[in-house]
């Protein structure tokens, strides 16, 4: 059994609809696994049913071979960390992150010297005897991951904890939280909405839905082999074409065109639907019978950078190609699109 | 900020509405006249030394300060937990039990008091001194939950969770976390509720018995047959005392933050 472990766990508010519908993770032991998905997707609901802090309505939970579903959430020991920090208003820094350990009776020389040292670690040593409101929104954030990580828990839970922070010191913060979950080698799990920050700091990603786990893979995995359609789409597929199954590895879209896809084939029905980002789809020149091709109207123009979006209206609806070559194309003008047979992922 | 002199027209008035009757008392407190008159002829203080020595008032003024303390006291003991249990859990009924507690708010004191006089009084038969407590307790209990009520509402409940995965049982929590975070508006509500006890008129009116009167009923009854400055000089006695609270609670807390 994998270090952290949930069975079928189910969770419903009301007898109406269930939030987290029969779920399953095993999490190996010093992973960083997040919990990635949109609003109302039951993320949120998972961390907390790992805490302690939503019971199950089904289902089973353990933790290094021990069933904890029904043990009360002081008794679990996992530090976690609070979208809103929650930090004690009326304890000075040093006095918050001691918390924990004075609930564990320790000796109060050990409780300086442990507390003392993570505020080190987490670079906060000069402001122990301040109050949390005397403090800048990354520092507090760090004061909550030194008080989580302090009393030593089997689980570091964090709820989208960069969220409230901007946007270079999300960038910062993570790594930083990469950086002490590593070398403390504990056991994460880390809820966020944003794909960017998850797949930068995840070893494994858990993309929900509905509150389901759509897919459980490696981020490099998610990110090049979406399983379904949802993930495709939260991940930044934007363009989706309905394909006909002709042979290996060879499908019919609705127009007539032939496509290939060499990429993994995961799906084996007759029909499927072909996926592809806006950065795989190149605009080129002379087509003649090239398979993989598509020709349209380019119509609205976006700069992004380092390449023009372009929204091509095809036979097949329209899609969302990303162009790095230095030419422009006007509204009206007919274009070729190649989709690449590698990328052209089935869901 | 900007400065508009046609709301001064308006204000002013009003403020002179609301003050004058004040300052006429406060002026007729001093006058050598045995009747209140305005303006007053000679000075003298006799009448403040008076509010001591006539019409009971000292022991009304003990009684009235006991009965608010213990009953406001009281009514924190009760009112802390409900206002958290209100805020917290969901319950079926929270709804009308959070109505329910606001009722005596709603429904005019003379109603409150005979009802209560009718309960008290005449179908239990409770001693008058419990009874009074009793029913300035039941007064006192609307300020207690509101008030706690709303700082508990303000207060994040991720404190408490994240008190609670640090170790911390729900009730250690609530004394370690919940109650140091809420001191000031337990401390306004009791500012409140003590000063509307030691004010109130009906429910005390109903309640009280020989040698058993609150204060403002002393008030009354006295101001019944003697029309004389001593009336003034305890009530600006008594006026001190409420601004003296309140500059209290605006001093600790600022009295917008009870409103």
């Known amino acids: 059994m994998a270090f952290v472990d949930l069975k079928d766990i189910r969770v419903s508010y009301d007898t109406k609809q269930d939030v987290l519908k029969d779920l399953n993770l095993s999490i190996n032991k010093g992973e960083l696994v997040s919990l990635l998905g949109p609003s109302g997707c039951g993320k949120t609901t998972t961390l907390r049913v790992i805490a302690g802090l939503i019971e199950p309505n089904d289902g089973e939970f353990n933790v290094d071979e021990e069933n904890l579903t029904k043990v009360p959430v002081h008794k679990r020991n996992f530090g976690m960390v609070f979208q809103s920090y929650a930090l004690f208003p009326h304890l000075t820094i040093f006095e918050n992150v001691a918390f924990g350990l004075k609930m564990r009776k320790e ?9 003392m040292q993570m505020l080190e670690v987490t670079g906060l040593a000069e402001f122990s005897n301040r109050y949390p409101k005397q403090l800048s929104g990354g520092q507090r954030q760090r004061v909550a991951l030194a008080r989580a990580l302090v009393i030593e828990p089997k ?58 786990i ?29 394909l006909n199954k002709l042979g290996e590895e060879s499908y019919l879209a609705e127009d007539g065109s032939k496509f290939y896809s060499t990429a993994k084939t995961i799906s084996n029905a007759d029909k499927v639907k072909g996926t592809i980002r806006p950065d795989d789809i190149q605009i080129i020149e002379n087509s003649e019978n090239l398979d993989n091709t598509l020709s349209g109207e380019a119509l609205v123009r976006t700069f992004l950078g380092k390449s023009y979006q372009y929204e091509v209206k095809t036979a097949l609806g329209h899609l969302l190609v990303n162009d790095e070559s230095l030419r422009t194309y006007q509204t009206g003008e007919q274009v070729t699109l190649y989709l690449n047979p590698a990328k052209l992922i089935l869901v | 900020m900007r400065k508009n002199n046609s709301l001064k027209l308006i204000v002013i008035p009003v403020f002179i509405f609301l003050f004058l009757p004040l300052f006429i008392i406060i002026v007729t407190s001093f006058g050598e ?111 207690i939950i509101r008030v706690v009520g709303s700082s508990l509402e303000q207060l994040d409940v991720s404190l408490e969770e994240a008190s609670w995965t640090l170790g911390c049982t729900k009730q250690e929590t609530f004394f370690k976390v919940v109650l140091p975070n809420i001191s000031s508006g337990i401390y306004a509500s009791f500012m409140l509720a003590f000063i509307n006890s030691f004010n109130n008129i009906p429910v005390s009116q109903f309640l009280t018995g020989p040698g058993l009167t609150a204060l403002p009923t002393t008030l009354m009854s006295y101001i019944e047959y003697n029309y004389n400055p001593t009336v003034s000089a305890l009530s600006v006695m008594l006026m001190l005392l409420t601004i003296g609270l309140m500059v209290l609670i605006e001093k600790t807390l600022g009295l917008a933050s009870i409103s």
């Not at chain 2, 924190?76 to 206002?83: F, R, S, Y």
């Not at chain 2, 429904?107 to 008091?113: F, Q, S």
């Open chain 2, 33 to 143: 006249k045995p009747t209140i008159q305005f303006p007053i002829e000679g000075f003298t203080l006799d009448w403040y030394a008076n509010v001591f020595r006539v019409g009971g008032f000292l022991d009304s003024f003990w009684l009235s300060l006991r009965i608010a303390i213990l009953a406001t006291l009281l009514a924190l003991l009760v009112g802390i937990p409900a206002a958290y249990a209100i805020s917290r859990y969901k319950f079926p009924g929270r709804q009308v039990l959070k109505q329910f507690f606001l009722s005596p708010t709603i429904i005019p004191g003379v109603v409150v008091g005979f009802s209560l006089f009718q309960f008290i009084v005449i179908t239990m038969q409770i001693p008058l001194f419990t009874g009074l407590l009793l029913g300035h307790f039941i007064i006192s209990l609307p300020y």
């Open chain 1, 214 to 242: 759509e897919q459980f893979d490696s981020p490099e995995e998610i990110y090049a082999f979406p399983k379904t359609e949802f993930v495709a789409r939260f991940i930044g597929f934007e363009n989706f074409i309905t």
């Open chain 1, 155 to 212: 689980l570091l839970l964090l709820d989208e904890p960069l969220s409230n922070l901007d946007a270079k010191l999300r960038i910062s913060m993570r790594m930083e939280i990469k950086r002490i979950q590593r070398s403390l080698g504990i056991t994460t799990v880390f809820v966020t909405h944003d794909q960017e920050e998850c797949f930068s700091i995840s070893d494994k990603v858990a993309v929900m839905n509905n509150g389901v």
């Open chain 1, 107 to 115: 000796n109060k020389t050990i409780i300086k010297n442990k507390v």
